[in-house]
Nanobody, 123 residues
């Protein structure tokens, strides 16, 4: 059984930083693309950042480029999202996703999901 578990959310003032962690178990995820998405109240789930399993190249949403960094841990089934210079508009539930079908950086292209972790940014 595949499990994806996020941690590290919390509350921070604008300009602050948070680091989210994601651990996947049940399969060998070292060769698989993993990603972070977020969903704010009343909005669709949106792509934030992804890291390819093959080669480790990264991809970011324009809204977070230069502020967020996605990386893999030494244990290849772990992924981190370092979030700096947080803005109130970054406030959302953040989800980790795994098992990408390679079609697009959208939620429909990922099979396994965590339960989400709340990030609150106050101005």
């Amino acid at each position: 059984q595949v499990q994806v578990v996020e941690s590290g959310g919390g509350s921070v003032q604008a300009g602050g930083s948070l680091r989210l962690s994601c651990a996947a178990s049940g399969r060998t995820f070292s060769e698989y693309t993993m990603a972070w998405f977020r969903q704010a109240p009343g909005k669709d789930r949106e792509f934030v950042a992804g890291v390819r399993g093959s080669g480790g190249t990264t991809n970011y949403a324009d809204s977070v480029k230069g502020r967020f960094t996605i990386s893999r841990g030494n244990a290849k089934n772990t992924v981190y999202l370092q979030m700096n210079s947080l803005k109130p508009e970054d406030m959302a539930v953040y989800y980790c996703a795994a098992w990408w079908d390679g079609t697009s950086w959208t939620s429909a292209a990922f099979k396994y999901w965590g339960q989400g972790t709340q990030v609150t940014v106050s101005s």
